[in-house]
């Protein structure tokens, strides 16, 4: 794992503390409270509840298949060592930066943040369209994601070069 630093690691722990409270304290206290207002909300649940399954499980996976890269790197880098006699010298993995070709991999280079967005509007369906901190949670995603997407396509162009990466779009497949 990257070395992070502890202002953004404070910072990631106060918007997920806040975020958590606002999402909360909305469906508390705006959400359905009566059995007349649940009436026929059952399905739109449901159905958020897969989207959100599907979008979480999608971004599990694919994350994983980018800890792979590094996982695999490690492996080889022990084989070597065993192999050479060196027995443990040096600490940790040099970051290795490879394309990964699994799943959406294929069609897009950051499919983890496609994933997750899928996942956030799943809950933002379960909370309803109106729930207003779940939209500005997928809003605000959306907005910091989609820019390292594109900053990060290009940085994949420069690094393994255009015929390399193809047709693979960005972050949405077939679109950005």
Known sequence: MSPIHAFVWACALSFQLINATCIGGWLAGHGPTTPAEWAGKAPRIEVGMMIFAVGL?????????????????ARNRQKQQQSTGEGGKGKG??????????????????????????EWCGFWMVGGLACVPARSFVINE???????????????????????????????????
């Open 57 to 73: 499980l999608a971004n599990v996976y694919h994350d994983d298949e980018l800890r792979e890269i590094r996982r695999a790197a």
């Open 142 to 176: 959306v907005t910091a994601m989609l820019p390292r997407a594109v900053n990060g396509k290009q940085w994949y162009v420069e690094k393994f070069g255009s015929e390399k990466i193809n047709s693979r779009r960005a972050v949405i497949p077939g679109v950005i």
């Open 93 to 118: 993995v040099e970051k290795v930066y490879m394309v990964p070709e699994n799943g959406l991999f294929r069609a897009v280079l950051f499919p983890h943040y496609f994933c997750e967005w899928i």
